[in-house]
């Protein structure tokens, strides 16, 4: 009995490894704190009530902003973990498979987890604000959304205490994830949760779409919406059409691992590369799912903080759908070396250089645009400012990785690491902290400090060359990627101790950017003004935060940069009939805590199937399907606001 029992506990906990215990014990600790700060302060039905049951686009957005600064945090520690390791030759600081799971985990939360939730959160704060909307086209299956997403990132985070992490790599090619080489139940939860968050993404992309399409505000034809809003209408596209690759990929390779099936097993009549052709299907265009909103991002903030409307608006829009359809040409640059001739990689060496031209373009847009500007360096200005030199050198890398032969030396070294981490934290982390820092007013209605923020910038910035400068050497010098160690004599020592100082003052920058979110939320400074940035888009004419129903009258658009126009013709003493138009009713959708407990559903289908728990399994689907139909016979789905609650609400405002 008491070997079962052992059997038991060392299949099902991580064991032997003092950082795994240091990390339940983090765990633990940190849960029974939050239960007790919960229980003592009676919080627990605000929590359900406000926040776990919400639909309201703007609660969700910030649940996904705190979602991606959590995820940011634990990919960090992995990435500190990972150049503590490299630090020196011979480290003992981390066994070869515990290596494996980390920049397998690493890469795996900072995509997915991090830069996708980093963008959704973008998303649900601003678009609607935007185009003039009161809410989201579907607003339950937003929350769905985001709660799909969240409890994946949990399954996925529980492999580290529990079973074990995946460790075949974030791409997790087959047949290295399948059961032969690979037995432990990590990959399981590895494919789980990508397929949970999977359902999620592909259902914000419609809804976005959608929404966008459908909800804009009178006069908002499709040239006059904000730049940002249009970075999303081409980031939703790439989504619909990217992830079902994807979805399919990982549900064969999941057959292969739980039903014994052979889709990715070459000796049985399956074909390994095939896995690697849909993944990278979906996975280069998932580079410019999470890099278009931040170029959105940077359009608003450059034209906002240099007081000029966007240089070349109508190029801008051309190339961000030019983009988003190029992407689709350049997946095989991610595996020249497969062999598949030259005419194949000529293709898709030219389709890559070719998507360098419209980034290109906007970067000199956004330059012609600070050109004679009235130019403030706030932060969010200097999240935008930094972002060229850093994308202008990942680009040009980028240009250097998609000549194929030159590949051949490229492949899999560290170059190619240098690359892709300049452009995506130099593209997309710093969008998402451009956007936040630019937005964080009209989420919370408190100006981060600027002076804790500058010093976070600096530290991560200088951090940011000192540590992926040095890998572009390294990978010259021929080190390749995944390798935990290395022998003395290679002359790689000092560049891996100097790329590990910079990721230390990363860290360092980001410890200073939760401080100054903590300060700022005991004595930030209060926006009273709901337009703090003199801002030229539509959200900054509601006060911070904005109210649920977000407008009480919904505007009229006459021109581009809509509030600006407005602020321009109020100046004027030109006004509009709607402005002075009696209050109405304003129908919005009920708060349901139905999307939570489906995403818990599935969930504990999730991690089941993990441990191939096929009855448990089958409960959690039976629950899935019995939430579908009560949902499909609820018609008590919508409540309306009275005009008299219209009017006190706005007069708390001092806007009637």
């Known amino acids: 009995m008491l070997q079962n029992v052992e059997n038991f506990a060392s299949h099902f906990f991580v064991l032997g490894d003092p950082m795994i215990y240091g990390a339940d014990v983090s765990i633990v600790l940190a849960s029974a704190a939050i239960v007790f700060v919960l229980t003592y302060y009676k919080k627990w039905g605000y929590l359900w009530r406000e926040w776990l049951t919400t639909v309201d686009h703007k609660k969700i957005g910030i649940m996904y902003m705190i979602a991606t600064l959590l995820m940011l945090f634990r990919g960090g520690v992995d990435a500190m973990l990972m150049r503590t390791q490299l630090i020196m030759p011979g480290m003992p600081f981390l066994k070869a498979q515990h290596y494996n799971e980390i920049f397998t985990t690493h890469g795996t939360i900072m995509i997915l987890f991090m830069a996708m939730p980093g963008v959704f959160a973008l998303m649900n704060i601003a678009v609607p604000l935007q185009i003039g909307a009161r809410d989201v086209a579907f607003p339950y299956l937003n929350a769905i959304s985001f709660w799909m997403f969240f409890f994946a990132a949990m399954l996925l985070n529980l492999s580290f205490v529990i079973g074990g992490s995946p460790d075949a790599?974030?791409?997790?090619?087959?047949?290295?994830?399948?059961?032969?080489?690979?037995?432990?139940?990590?990959?399981?939860?590895?494919?789980?949760?990508?397929?949970?968050?999977?359902?999620?993404?592909?259902?914000?992309?419609?809804?976005?779409?959608?929404?966008?399409?459908?909800?804009?505000?009178?006069?908002?034809?499709?040239?006059?919406?904000?730049?940002?809003?249009?970075?999303?209408?081409?980031?939703?596209?790439?989504?619909?059409?990217?992830?079902?690759?994807?979805?399919?990929?990982?549900?064969?390779?999941?057959?292969?691992?739980?039903?014994?099936?052979?889709?990715?097993?070459?000796?049985?009549?399956?074909?390994?590369?095939?896995?690697?052709?849909?993944?990278?299907?979906?996975?280069?265009?998932?580079?410019?799912?999470?890099?278009?909103?931040?170029?959105?991002?940077?359009?608003?903030?450059?034209?906002?903080?240099?007081?000029?409307?966007?240089?070349?608006?109508?190029?801008?829009?051309?190339?961000?759908?030019?983009?988003?359809?190029?992407?689709?040409?350049?997946?095989?640059?991610?595996?020249?070396?497969?062999?598949?001739?030259?005419?194949?990689?000529?293709?898709?060496?030219?389709?890559?250089?070719?998507?360098?031209?419209?980034?290109?373009?906007?970067?000199?847009?956004?330059?012609?645009?600070?050109?004679?500007?009235?130019?403030?360096?706030?932060?969010?200005?200097?999240?935008?400012?930094?972002?060229?030199?850093?994308?202008?050198?990942?680009?040009a890398t980028g240009v250097m990785l998609s000549v194929a032969p030159a590949d051949y030396q490229f492949h899999n070294s560290y170059f190619l690491i240098a690359h892709f981490h300049q452009v995506l934290i130099g593209g997309t982390l710093f969008g998402i902290l451009a956007g936040m820092y630019y937005w964080w007013p009209k989420m919370f209605g408190v100006i981060l400090d600027e002076k804790i923020g500058r010093w976070a910038f600096w530290f991560f910035n200088i951090g940011f060359y000192v540590c992926f400068l040095p890998q572009y050497w390294l990978g010259w010098m021929g080190m390749t990627r995944r390798m935990y160690t290395y022998l003395p004599g290679m002359g790689w020592t000092m560049w891996n101790f100097i790329s590990t100082m910079g990721a230390y003052m990363m860290g360092t920058g980001f410890i200073l950017i939760v401080i100054q979110i903590i300060y700022s939320i005991l004595y930030g400074e209060r926006d009273l003004t709901g337009d703090p940035w003199d801002g030229r888009t539509l959200e900054w004419s509601l006060p911070s935060p904005a109210p649920h129903y977000n407008f009480a009258r919904i505007p009229t658009i006459t021109g581009r940069d809509a509030w600006w126009t407005m602020k321009e013709e109020q100046r004027k003493g030109i006004t509009h009939s709607e402005e002075e138009a009696p209050l109405k009713p304003i129908h919005m959708p009920n708060d349901s805590g139905r999307p939570f407990v489906l995403s818990v559903l599935f969930f504990i289908a999730g991690f089941a199937l993990v441990f191939t728990w096929y009855p448990l399994a089958f409960v959690a689907f039976i629950g899935i399907l019995a939430s579908l139909v009560m949902r499909s016979f609820e018609y008590d789905t919508d409540h309306t606001i009275s005009v008299e609650e219209l009017r006190h609400s706005e007069a708390a405002y001092g806007r009637v």
């Open 169 to 395: 790599g974030w791409t997790s090619y087959a047949p290295l994830a399948g059961l032969t080489f690979d037995k432990g139940p990590g990959e399981n939860f590895y494919l789980l949760a990508l397929e949970i968050t999977g359902i999620g993404s592909m259902a914000t992309g419609i809804n976005f779409f959608v929404t966008i399409m459908k909800l804009r505000a009178p006069g908002m034809t499709l040239m006059r919406m904000p730049l940002f809003t249009w970075s999303i209408v081409a980031t939703t596209v790439i989504i619909i059409f990217a992830f079902p690759p994807l979805t399919v990929d990982l549900g064969l390779l999941l057959f292969d691992r739980l039903a014994s099936s052979h889709f990715f097993t070459i000796f049985d009549g399956g074909n390994p590369m095939m896995y690697v052709n849909m993944f990278w299907m979906w996975g280069h265009p998932e580079v410019y799912i999470v890099v278009l909103p931040a170029f959105g991002v940077f359009s608003e903030v450059v034209a906002t903080f240099s007081k000029k409307r966007t240089f070349g608006y109508a190029s801008m829009v051309a190339s961000l759908l030019a983009i988003a359809v190029i992407s689709f040409f350049t997946w095989v640059h991610h595996f020249f070396t497969m062999g598949a001739g030259p005419g194949v990689n000529s293709f898709f060496a030219v389709a890559t250089m070719i998507i360098a031209i419209p980034t290109g373009v906007k970067v000199f847009n956004w330059l012609f645009t600070m050109y004679q500007g009235r130019i403030r360096m706030n932060l969010p200005m200097l999240w935008a400012v930094a972002f060229i030199p850093n994308f202008a050198i990942g680009g």
